[in-house]
C-alpha cells in the first residue's frame, strides 16, 4: 500500500455523463499529479499541483476535463459529457518538493464509457 | 519534445532466466530517471532512481544503469521470478521551473513462464 488512495477504483458511464474521482495523496505531499493510461500505453501526463495551485496542464486536459485541490489535500479530477475515447486508467501520483523525490502512485481508476 | 522509448515492448522469460530491458530518452534538462514496476490494474511501484552522476543502481534481483552521455539506461533481472511478470516503465524526471516533470515511456512488458 503506497498510501496514494483514489475512489472509485472502477467506473462505468454513458456517453455524454459527467464523472468524478477523487485521490487522496500522502498526507504531507504538497505536489499532486493526475495521468492518464490507455491499454498498452505508458502513463500520460495531465496535470499537476503544488499545494492547491495547478502549475501545469498537458493539452491531453481538453475543456471537458478539470482538476482542483481546493485546500492543497484531496485532489478531484471531473469529466464532462464523457467520450469513448475517455475509457482509460486515470492514475494520481503525490510527491514532496524536491529535485529527487519519489513520486508515489495510487492504484487509479479505471473509467469504462459506454 | 521530451521523450522516452522502451524496448522491447514484452518479452517472454523461462522462470530462472536474466532479461534486460533498454530505455532511450530525450529530455532536457535531465534531474533523474526511475524505473517503476506496474502490476495489472496496479499503481506504478518505484524500483529505482538514478540521478545524472550514477550509473548503476541496484534493488534485489533488479539492477539499472544509466549512460548519462548517451541517454540511455537498463533494467536487468537476475533470476527471475513467477512475480516478475509485470509492466517495467522509464520514467526521465525533467527540471521545470513548476518543479520537475515526469515523462513515460511506453513499458516492457515481460511475462515469466515456469
Given at each position: 500500500d503506497t498510501g496514494v488512495s483514489q475512489d472509485p477504483r472502477h467506473k462505468i458511464t454513458k456517453r455524454g455523463q459527467n464523472v468524478t474521482f477523487r485521490c487522496d495523496p500522502i498526507?504531507?505531499?504538497?505536489?499532486?499529479?493526475?495521468?492518464?493510461?490507455?491499454?498498452?500505453?505508458?502513463?500520460?501526463?495531465?496535470?499537476?499541483?503544488?499545494?492547491?495551485?495547478?502549475?501545469?496542464?498537458?493539452?491531453?486536459?481538453?475543456d471537458r476535463f478539470s482538476a482542483e485541490r481546493p485546500k492543497g489535500s484531496f485532489s478531484t479530477l471531473?469529466?464532462?459529457?464523457?467520450?469513448?475515447?475517455?475509457?482509460?486508467?486515470?492514475?494520481c501520483a503525490s510527491s514532496l518538493t524536491g529535485t529527487n523525490t519519489e513520486a508515489f502512485f495510487g492504484q487509479g481508476t479505471r473509467l469504462t464509457v459506454v | 519534445?521530451?521523450?522516452?522509448?522502451?524496448?522491447?515492448?514484452?518479452?517472454?522469460?523461462?522462470?530462472?532466466?536474466?532479461?534486460?530491458?533498454?530505455?532511450?530518452?530525450?529530455v532536457s534538462p535531465f534531474s533523474n530517471l526511475r524505473w517503476y514496476k506496474q502490476d495489472t490494474g496496479r499503481g506504478p511501484v518505484s524500483l529505482t532512481i538514478m540521478t545524472f552522476s550514477e550509473n548503476t543502481k541496484s534493488n534485489g534481483r533488479y539492477t539499472?544503469?544509466?549512460?548519462?552521455?548517451?541517454?540511455?539506461?537498463?533494467?536487468?533481472?537476475?533470476?527471475?521470478?513467477?512475480?516478475?511478470?509485470?509492466?517495467?516503465?522509464?520514467?526521465?524526471?525533467?527540471?521545470s521551473a513548476a518543479g520537475?516533470?515526469?515523462?513515460?515511456?511506453?513499458?516492457t512488458r515481460v511475462l515469466v513462464k515456469p
Open positions: 498526507s504531507e505531499h504538497n505536489r499532486l499529479y493526475w495521468y492518464r493510461q490507455t491499454l498498452g500505453q505508458g502513463p500520460e501526463f495531465l496535470t499537476y499541483f503544488q499545494n492547491e495551485a495547478q502549475l501545469e496542464k498537458s493539452r491531453l486536459l481538453s471531473e469529466i464532462q459529457r464523457t467520450e469513448q475515447g475517455d475509457s482509460a486508467m486515470y492514475l | 519534445k521530451n521523450q522516452v522509448e522502451q524496448s522491447p515492448q514484452s518479452l517472454i522469460i523461462l522462470e530462472g532466466k536474466n532479461c534486460t530491458l533498454q530505455c532511450n530518452y530525450t539499472a544503469t544509466l549512460d548519462a552521455d548517451t541517454k540511455q539506461s537498463s533494467l536487468h533481472i537476475t533470476a527471475s521470478q513467477l512475480s516478475d511478470s509485470a509492466s517495467y516503465i522509464c520514467v526521465v524526471s525533467a527540471q520537475n516533470k515526469l515523462t513515460f515511456g511506453g513499458g
